[in-house]
C-alpha cells in the first residue's frame, strides 16, 4: 500500500490557508503587515461582495464580474485611482504612468502603447532569444547540483531584454540598479497600522517620497547616462526604442520631451515591464517543479514544434500547451495579486449594492483568480484550463491578470510572448528542480513574490 506522500494527487501549489472568519483588527493588521494575502479570509473566496470594516467604513472587495465591468469598464470615471492605491503602488515612484491620475496619464499612456502594440513586438523576439541563449551559456557552465535562485535570474534576464529593446545595449547600471528597487518593492508592506493614522501617514509619505527620490536619483542617474550616450551615437539601424521617445512632442505644446518626461517613461516601462515577468516566469518554474506530469507535457510540446531550435516569434502559435502553462500560472500567482483599489466620485448601484461617494473598491486578482465560484477545485494546477473548448464556459472578467478597462496593462501581449519564448527556451535544455526542502511563501507585497526565494537546480535534460 502507498503511504500519503506516494500517492499520485499532485501536491497543492503553496499557498497561506485562510483564516476561517475576517480577524481582529490588531491580528489583521500584524499578518497583512507581512503578507497582503493573509488577511484574506474564507468567505472571500466565495462571496460576490464583502465588506471589509477593517479598511475603511465603506470598503468593498468586488468578485462578481458583472460588478467588476460596471467599476473598472462601464462607468470606470467614477472609479479613480484613490490616495491609497497611489500610496501603495507609488512607493516613492514620482511620475510612474502606472501611478498618476490626472489626464497627464493618457498623454502618457498614448505615447508609449505604440512600443508594445503587435506591430512592434515581433521585432523583440530575436533580442528575447538572444538573451536567453546568453543566460543558458552561464548555465551550462554551472557545477552540476548547484542552485540558481530562480527569481533573481529570470530579473536580471528580463532587464536586460527591456534595457536592449530601449537602448539597443544592455546599460549593466541600469540592471544594478533595477535590483535595488526591486528590494524596496520587496521590503515595502502594502498595509500597516499608519495608514490609518492620517497624521503618520503623511509624514511617512513625505519621507517615503524623500527616500524613494534618493533612490530613484541612482535609477535616474544610470538612465540619463544612457539616454544621453544613445542621443550621441543614434544610429536608426539598431532600431532602439527609445528613440521614437526622443523625437515625440508634447501633443499640447507641440514642444519636444523634455529629459525628465522621457526619464520617466523610460522609468515606467522597466519598473512595470520587468519584475511582473521576472515572478510570472519564477512561479511558472516552480509549478512545473512540482507537477511532473504537465512538465512532460510540456516538454513533449516544445520538443516536438521546435526540433532543437531556439524559438522565434512565429513558433509562439505553434506553443499552444507553453502558453497555457503560463496562463495557469498567471492565475494562481498573479504578479498584480491586488489590481485595483478605486475610489468612486458619486453615489453608484454595483450588483445591488449601493456604493455612496467616497466609497472604496478593491479587486483583487488573488482571491478573483480562486473564487470557489468561478473555478473548478480553484488550488489545482491544470493548464488545461485555458484550452479554447474550456475558457469558453468563463466570464471573461473572472481573470484579470492583466486588469482591465482604461488602465489594461499595455505590455500584456509582449508579457506573454516574451514568457512563451522565455519557457520554451528553458524547457528545451533543461527541468529546474527546487531545492529539496526549501519552504516556499507567497508573499502579497506590491508584487507578489516568494518570501523565502525561490532556489532552484537546473538539471539538463
Ligand atoms: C506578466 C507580466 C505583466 C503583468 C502581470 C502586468 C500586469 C499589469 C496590470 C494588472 C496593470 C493594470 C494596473 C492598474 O489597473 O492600475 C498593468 C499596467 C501597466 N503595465 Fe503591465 N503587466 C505585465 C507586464 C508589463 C510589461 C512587459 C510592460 C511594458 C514593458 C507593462 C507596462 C504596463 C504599463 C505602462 C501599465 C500602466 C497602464 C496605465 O496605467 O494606463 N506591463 N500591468
Same mark, same amino acid.
Given at each position: 500500500?502507498?503511504?500519503?506522500?506516494?500517492?499520485?494527487?499532485?501536491?497543492?501549489?503553496?499557498?497561506?490557508?485562510?483564516?476561517?472568519?475576517?480577524?481582529?483588527?490588531?491580528?489583521?493588521?500584524?499578518? =497583512?503587515?507581512?503578507?497582503?494575502?493573509?488577511?484574506?479570509?474564507? $468567505?472571500?473566496?466565495?462571496?460576490?461582495?464583502?465588506?471589509?470594516?477593517?479598511?475603511?467604513?465603506?470598503?468593498?472587495?468586488?468578485?462578481?464580474?458583472?460588478?467588476?465591468?460596471?467599476?473598472?469598464?462601464?462607468?470606470?470615471?467614477?472609479?479613480?485611482? $484613490?490616495?491609497?492605491?497611489?500610496?501603495?503602488?507609488?512607493?516613492?515612484?514620482?511620475?510612474?504612468?502606472?501611478?498618476?491620475?490626472?489626464?497627464?496619464?493618457?498623454?502618457?499612456?498614448?505615447?508609449? =502603447?505604440?512600443?508594445?502594440?503587435?506591430?512592434?513586438?515581433?521585432?523583440?523576439?530575436?533580442?528575447?532569444?538572444?538573451?536567453?541563449?546568453?543566460?543558458?551559456?552561464?548555465?551550462?557552465?554551472?557545477?552540476?547540483?548547484?542552485?540558481?535562485?530562480?527569481?533573481?535570474?529570470?530579473?536580471?534576464?528580463?532587464?536586460?531584454?527591456?534595457?536592449?529593446?530601449?537602448?539597443?545595449?544592455?546599460?549593466?547600471?541600469?540592471?544594478?540598479?533595477?535590483? =535595488?528597487?526591486?528590494?524596496?518593492?520587496?521590503?515595502?508592506?502594502?498595509?500597516?497600522?499608519?495608514?490609518?493614522?492620517?497624521?503618520?501617514?503623511?509624514?511617512?509619505?513625505?519621507?517615503?517620497?524623500?527616500?524613494?527620490?534618493?533612490?530613484?536619483?541612482?535609477?535616474?542617474?544610470?538612465?540619463?547616462?544612457?539616454?544621453?550616450?544613445?542621443?550621441? =551615437?543614434?544610429?536608426?539601424?539598431?532600431?532602439?526604442?527609445?528613440?521614437?521617445?526622443?523625437?515625440?512632442?508634447?501633443?499640447?505644446?507641440?514642444?519636444?520631451?523634455?529629459?525628465?518626461?522621457?526619464?520617466?517613461?523610460?522609468?515606467?516601462?522597466?519598473?512595470?515591464?520587468?519584475?511582473?515577468?521576472?515572478?510570472?516566469?519564477?512561479?511558472?518554474?516552480?509549478?512545473?517543479?512540482?507537477?511532473?506530469?504537465?512538465?512532460?507535457?510540456?516538454?513533449?510540446?516544445?520538443?516536438?514544434?521546435?526540433?532543437?531550435?531556439?524559438?522565434?516569434?512565429?513558433?509562439?502559435?505553434?506553443?499552444?500547451?507553453?502558453?497555457?502553462?503560463?496562463?495557469?500560472?498567471?492565475?494562481?500567482?498573479?504578479?498584480?495579486?491586488?489590481?485595483?483599489?478605486?475610489?468612486?466620485?458619486?453615489?453608484?448601484?454595483?450588483? $445591488?449594492?449601493?456604493?455612496?461617494?467616497?466609497?472604496?473598491?478593491?479587486?483583487?486578482?488573488?482571491?478573483?483568480?480562486?473564487?470557489?465560484?468561478?473555478?473548478?477545485?480553484?488550488?489545482?494546477?491544470?493548464?488545461?484550463?485555458?484550452?479554447?473548448?474550456?475558457?469558453?464556459?468563463?466570464?471573461?472578467?473572472?481573470?484579470?491578470?492583466?486588469?482591465?478597462?482604461?488602465?489594461?496593462?499595455? $505590455?500584456?501581449?509582449?508579457?506573454?510572448?516574451?514568457?512563451?519564448?522565455?519557457?520554451?527556451?528553458?524547457?528545451?535544455?533543461?527541468?529546474?528542480?527546487?531545492?529539496?526542502?526549501?519552504?516556499?511563501?507567497?508573499?502579497?507585497?506590491?508584487?507578489?513574490?516568494?518570501?523565502?526565494?525561490?532556489?532552484?537546480?537546473?538539471?539538463?535534460?
Amino acid at each position: 500500500m502507498k503511504s500519503i506522500e506516494e500517492t499520485e494527487t499532485p501536491p497543492i501549489p503553496a499557498a497561506p490557508i485562510p483564516p476561517p472568519e475576517q480577524l481582529p483588527f490588531f491580528q489583521y493588521l500584524r499578518a =497583512t503587515s507581512d503578507s497582503t494575502l493573509a488577511g484574506y479570509h474564507y $468567505g472571500m473566496y466565495e462571496d460576490w461582495i464583502v465588506k471589509i470594516p477593517h479598511l475603511g467604513p465603506n470598503h468593498f472587495l468586488i468578485n462578481d464580474p458583472a460588478g467588476i465591468k460596471r467599476v473598472l469598464i462601464d462607468n470606470a470615471k467614477n472609479y479613480v485611482k $484613490g490616495e491609497m492605491e497611489q500610496r501603495v503602488s507609488a512607493m516613492g515612484i514620482e511620475d510612474s504612468v502606472v501611478e498618476i491620475a490626472d489626464e497627464s496619464w493618457r498623454t502618457r499612456r498614448s505615447a508609449m =502603447t505604440p512600443l508594445f502594440d503587435y506591430r512592434s513586438i515581433p521585432q523583440y523576439a530575436p533580442i528575447i532569444s538572444d538573451a536567453c541563449q546568453r543566460m543558458l551559456r552561464t548555465w551550462h557552465s554551472l557545477p552540476r547540483g548547484e542552485s540558481i535562485e530562480i527569481s533573481a535570474t529570470m530579473l536580471r534576464l528580463t532587464s536586460q531584454v527591456i534595457a536592449q529593446i530601449l537602448f539597443a545595449s544592455e546599460y549593466e547600471g541600469i540592471a544594478e540598479a533595477m535590483q =535595488t528597487i526591486s528590494h524596496r518593492y520587496r521590503s515595502e508592506p502594502m498595509i500597516d497600522l499608519v495608514d490609518f493614522i492620517p497624521v503618520l501617514n503623511r509624514l511617512r509619505r513625505l519621507y517615503r517620497r524623500r527616500q524613494g527620490r534618493r533612490m530613484f536619483n541612482h535609477m535616474a542617474s544610470a538612465i540619463d547616462q544612457a539616454i544621453a550616450v544613445r542621443s550621441r =551615437t543614434r544610429k536608426a539601424e539598431d532600431g532602439a526604442k527609445v528613440d521614437s521617445l526622443l523625437t515625440l512632442n508634447d501633443p499640447k505644446t507641440g514642444s519636444p520631451m523634455t529629459p525628465e518626461e522621457l526619464r520617466s517613461y523610460v522609468i515606467t516601462i522597466f519598473t512595470a515591464g520587468h519584475e511582473t515577468v521576472a515572478q510570472a516566469l519564477a512561479w511558472t518554474l516552480y509549478l512545473l517543479s512540482q507537477h511532473p506530469e504537465q512538465e512532460s507535457k510540456l516538454h513533449r510540446e516544445v520538443d516536438t514544434v521546435l526540433a532543437g531550435r531556439a524559438p522565434d516569434f512565429t513558433d509562439l502559435e505553434r506553443l499552444p500547451y507553453t502558453r497555457m502553462v503560463i496562463e495557469e500560472a498567471l492565475r494562481l500567482y498573479p504578479p498584480f495579486h491586488m489590481l485595483a483599489w478605486r475610489e468612486a466620485l458619486a453615489d453608484d448601484e454595483v450588483c $445591488g449594492q449601493s456604493i455612496p461617494k467616497g466609497a472604496t473598491i478593491s479587486v483583487v486578482p488573488w482571491i478573483l483568480h480562486r473564487h470557489r465560484k468561478l473555478w473548478d477545485d480553484p488550488e489545482r494546477f491544470d493548464p488545461e484550463r485555458f484550452h479554447p473548448s474550456q475558457s469558453a464556459s468563463r466570464p471573461r472578467l473572472a481573470y484579470l491578470p492583466f486588469g482591465v478597462g482604461p488602465r489594461v496593462c499595455i $505590455g500584456a501581449s509582449f508579457a506573454m510572448t516574451q514568457t512563451t519564448m522565455i519557457l520554451a527556451t528553458i524547457a528545451q535544455h533543461y527541468r529546474l528542480r527546487l531545492v529539496p526542502g526549501h519552504k516556499v511563501e507567497p508573499q502579497g507585497r506590491l508584487i507578489l513574490r516568494a518570501k523565502y526565494g525561490l532556489p532552484m537546480i537546473p538539471e539538463p535534460r
